[in-house]
């Protein structure tokens, strides 16, 4: 069985790491290069920036700063926010990260994903899902709509047939965030995270809402997730990532030991 990844999430705006809560009132909280070396010493499995507001702007990302963080870290490096060509894949991946991640891009053109896999590698494409709970209807039979724009244009897209689509389109990854614990520290979503995760087949990584370890143990074992995304009990110096990882390993979740 492979190890669970523990993840970190900086998410950044205007070259500074910032966090709120359900994409609401955001502060900043440090510097994005500073906190990824941190991390990546402190046992970091993966790191993922985003740049939170690039699609919103209809901008390109600050590869500036990507390459910044790449050349800090060590570990495997994902990077989202503002992703809309083949050639913002490139330029990500020649500044230094692993893998690029895809959302409101692949929404508004699903063969950006097809593409990206081709040219540089299933691997390499990671699907950022932003997601609400809402009623079941005959459009989203799953009750969870997709949401783009960072949280601000619902789709219509019912999560689970959108997580299909994108695996069939050449997706190596899913990143699944829930809007609705986003920030929350009340932990994960683990109903939407279990559904998705035991329908596709590839790795699904858990998104929002993580509060403690045991938030971690529960999505990781009951939500099925491959991988879990930290960030404010992090980012505030409440837990350590190797605190976190002990932890996992005491109630036999399989971790990278680093410590």
């Given at each position: 069985m492979l190890s669970k990844r523990i993840i970190p999430c900086l998410d950044v705006h205007a070259g500074r790491t910032t966090k709120g809560v359900k994409f609401k009132n955001n502060v900043d909280i440090g510097d994005p290069v500073e906190m990824a070396r941190m991390y990546y010493e402190g046992g970091a499995d993966e790191l993922v920036f985003y740049d939170i507001t690039a699609s919103h702007e209809n901008r390109d990302i600050m590869i500036d700063v990507v390459r910044r963080v790449a050349e800090t870290i060590f570990i495997p490096?994902?990077?989202?926010?503002?992703?809309?060509?083949?050639?913002?894949?490139?330029?990500?991946?020649?500044?230094?990260?692993?893998?690029?991640?895809?959302?409101?891009?692949?929404?508004?053109?699903?063969?950006?994903?097809?593409?990206?896999?081709?040219?540089?590698?299933?691997?390499?494409?990671?699907?950022?899902?932003?997601?609400?709970?809402?009623?079941?209807?005959?459009?989203?039979?799953?009750?969870?709509?997709?949401?783009?724009?960072?949280?601000?244009?619902?789709?219509?897209?019912?999560?689970?047939?959108?997580?299909?689509?994108?695996?069939?389109?050449?997706?190596?990854?899913?990143?699944?965030?829930?809007?609705?614990?986003?920030?929350?520290?009340?932990?994960?979503?683990?109903?939407?995270?279990?559904?998705?995760?035991?329908?596709?087949?590839?790795?699904?990584?858990?998104?929002?809402?993580?509060?403690?370890?045991?938030?971690?143990?529960?999505?990781?074992?009951?939500?099925?997730?491959?991988?879990?995304?930290i960030a404010s009990m992090v980012h505030y110096g409440t837990y350590t990532v190797a605190g976190i990882k002990q932890y996992l390993a005491d109630q036999g979740v399989r971790v990278r030991q680093t410590w």
């Open positions: 490096f994902s990077v989202g926010g503002g992703i809309r060509t083949l050639e913002d894949m490139r330029q990500v991946l020649l500044a230094g990260a692993e893998k690029v991640s895809v959302n409101s891009a692949a929404v508004r053109n699903p063969d950006i994903i097809a593409r990206g896999a081709a040219a540089f590698g299933s691997q390499c494409i990671v699907l950022g899902m932003d997601v609400k709970k809402v009623e079941k209807s005959e459009k989203i039979p799953s009750g969870y709509e997709i949401v783009i724009n960072g949280g601000r244009q619902y789709m219509g897209m019912d999560a689970l047939a959108w997580a299909l689509e994108a695996q069939a389109l050449g997706a190596g990854e899913i990143c699944l965030n829930s809007i609705d614990a986003d920030g929350t520290k009340d932990g994960y979503e683990l109903t939407l995270t279990e559904l998705i995760a035991t329908r596709v087949n590839i790795p699904v990584i858990a998104s929002g809402g993580a509060g403690t370890p045991v938030h971690l143990k529960d999505v990781l074992t009951a939500g099925k997730a491959d991988a879990a995304l």
